[in-house]
């Protein structure tokens, strides 16, 4: 038996990642409730545990994989997204709380009417089932041009019952066939090949970066395709939501008004920063 208190001094200790201490703790107490399954009251409240050879075994190798940067939602194998469990894994994303802005967006002008939404680089489909499960009057479509992230978004929709079509495409090079959507949202690759020097190695060395890193000379490749596809596939009224690189507020702003869009808006993020774009056909 081990006091779950001294348990967790002992692991935080074996982390020697150079990183924010309350992040360090936050990760670590997610790890403990995965294994041995001891929640932040046990250990505050320094419950005695006893744990198995393949209990200590996992926590050793969870320990290594911290200390080498992998993610701890990869290492888990899942992740929260507003109130739900998703699976994760590097073919695609982790799903951060800036993305949570992207839905609250569509909620915010939805109608209670039937209709459709197409979720455009789907990854672990967290947008188009979260979507799905909250507005089950709306035909939900997912794209995404890998097949091991539609693998995986798939098997969250069936484990979530959300009803979502997913369908393998390359946005850049293949018409949006479908069309009268309510709604088209996205979180796009964004982020310039110029910006890997600035980024943490957790992200660079792990997440996927197909679904990461766009071209330096190009960087709005993806908004571009997506006003100009977008508008044709809209109804009357439809609106485009979008994550943007905080970088390229304006630039965005200006690609979806050229592309003939109406009422566009850069919406901000909890920090101050530009993060959203939501324009109406």
Known sequence: MINSKDLFRDLRKRITLLQDASETESILYRVLEEVPGITRSDIIGQKAVSLTAKETSALDSIINRINQNE??????????F??????????????RPETELLIEAVFKHVTPAPGKILDIGTGSGCIAITLSCELPQKQVYAFDISEA?????????????????????????EEITLNDFEFI??????????????????????????????????????????????VRALRSGGRIIIEINERFG????????????????????????????????
């Open 71 to 80: 993610p701890v939602q990869y290492i888990l194998g899942k992740v929260d």
């Open 250 to 281: 304006k630039e965005v702003k200006e690609v979806f008004t050229n592309a003939g869009l109406n009422d566009v808006r850069i919406l901000k993020d909890l920090e101050g920063k530009d993060r959203i774009v939501s324009a109406v056909k």
């Open 185 to 230: 949202v996205s979180n796009p690759p964004y982020v310039a090949v110029s910006e890997k020097d600035t980024m943490n190695a957790n992200v660079l060395n792990y997440e996927p970066h197909l679904a990461l890193f766009v071209p330096d000379n190009d960087p709005l490749i993806f908004y571009k395709v997506i006003a100009e596809k977008g």
């Open 149 to 173: 992230a539609l693998k995986t978004a798939k098997g969250n929709a069936d484990k979530l019952n959300a009803q979502v079509t997913f369908q393998q495409a390359d946005i850049l090079n």
């Open 82 to 95: 507003l109130g739900r469990e998703f699976a994760v894994n590097p073919s695609v994303l982790i799903p």
